[in-house]
C-alpha cells in the first residue's frame, strides 16, 4: 500500500478527538458508581466493537488469528493486560484532575514510552538517527513532548490560580496530589498499548495478505491485532470493577438496583445508552489509529506520538469548552494557546518527516 503520512495524520487527529471525547458522554450517567458505568462502557470498547468492526472489514479475521503463532497472540494480550492497569488509572486521572491536566500528565509518560521503546528494541534508533526523515521525525517527537510539557505547565498555573471551590465546580473530585500520582502510573502503564500493537505486527503482514486475496484496503490491517490487545484489557478492567462492585455492594446497579432501591426503566436506559456511547467513542480511537499507521510508511512507530498529541490538542479544547480553564490568568491562556501551536506543528513536522522518506 503506497504511504501517504499527511492522511495518516488526519486519521491520527480524528482517532485522537475520539479519544479525547469518550469520557464526555460519562457526565450523562446517573446514579452508578464509577466501577459500574466504566466496566458497561468497557465492554463495547474492549469487546463489542474490536469484534463486530474487524468481522465487517477484514474477511476470515478469525481465521488470521486461528493461524497467528500462540508466542504473538500472547505477548499481545499481555501487554493488552497491563495496558489495562494504565487505562482503568486513566478513568481515575480524569476523575481527580480534569480533563485537561490529566491528560497532560499521562500523555506526557506514554508518548515517551510508547513512541522510542519499540525502535530502542528493535535496534532502529540508530538507523533513524542517520536520515533527514528520522532527524525530522524525532524532532517532531521531542516538539510533541514539549507541547504536552507548556500544556501541563498550563494546567499547573491553573492549579495555583484557582480556589479548591472553583476547581471543585467543574471538577467535582479534584485532588492534586492523589490525581499526580495516579496520572504518573496511568501514563507509564498506558505505554504497553503500543508494545501490544508492536508485539502483534505478524497479525498485520497476515491481514493484508489476505484484504489483498479478496480485493479489500489494506488500511483494515490493523483491526485484527486489536481484539487480543483489548481482550487483555478487558481482562484486567473487569476483574478490577468485579472487585470493587462487590466491594461497594454496587453490582446491583446493573440491574437498576441503586441504594436498595428500583430504578425507572428510563433511568437504567439512560446510563446504558450513555455507556455504550463512550465505550464506542473510545474504540474509535484506535480504529482511526490503525488506519493512520497504516499510511505512515517505514516510519510508522511515529503513530504513537501522532495519536498523543492529537489527543491532547483536542483535550485541551475540551477543557476549554468546559471551562475548566474559567477563571485563569492571561499567563494559563497564552501557555494554554502556546501548547496548542506546538502540539499541531508537531504533527505537522512528523508527518513532512515520514513524506521525506516516501520512495521518489
Known sequence: MTPNPFLGVLLHW???????????????????????YWLAGGFFSWIIMPALMASLLVPGVWSILAHTPIHVL??????????????????????????AL?????LGYTAVFGTMIPPIFHGQLSGIFSTLSGKFILLGVFASVIGIGVSGMAGMSKERELTTEQKQSTITEF?????????TFSGIMSSCMAFGLDAGKP?????????????????????????????????TNFVWCAALNIKNRSGREYLGVVD??????????????????????????????????SKMGSYSFSS?????????????????????????SKRTHWLIALGLAVLVSSTVI?????????PK
Open 350 to 358: 512528523i508527518g513532512y518527516g515520514n513524506y521525506l522518506n516516501i
Open 74 to 99: 500472547f505477548w499481545a494480550f499481555l501487554f493488552g493486560m497491563l495496558w489495562g492497569v494504565g487505562g482503568l488509572t486513566f478513568g481515575l486521572t480524569m476523575r481527580y484532575l480534569g480533563i
Open 260 to 293: 436498595g432501591q428500583k430504578e425507572g426503566a428510563s433511568l437504567i436506559a439512560n446510563n446504558y445508552l450513555f455507556s455504550a456511547m463512550a465505550g464506542i467513542t473510545w474504540y474509535l480511537q484506535f480504529f482511526f489509529y490503525t488506519m493512520g499507521q
Open 175 to 183: 485532588h492534586f496530589g492523589k490525581g499526580m500520582a495516579i496520572a
Open 203 to 235: 497479525i498485520n503482514d497476515y491481514a493484508v495478505n489476505i484484504l489483498q486475496h479478496h480485493g479489500r484496503s489494506a488500511i483494515w490491517q490493523g483491526l485484527p491485532v486489536l481484539i487480543p490487545v483489548l481482550l487483555g484489557g478487558f481482562v
Open 102 to 106: 490529566g491528560m497532560a500528565v499521562a
Open 304 to 328: 504513537w506520538t501522532l495519536h498523543m498529541a492529537s489527543i491532547m490538542i483536542f483535550s485541551m479544547l475540551w477543557g476549554i469548552a468546559l471551562k475548566e480553564w474559567k477563571g485563569t
Open 14 to 36: 480524528t482517532g485522537g478527538l475520539a479519544a479525547a471525547s469518550f469520557y464526555i458522554p460519562y457526565k450523562q450517567v446517573r446514579r452508578w458508581s464509577w466501577e459500574t
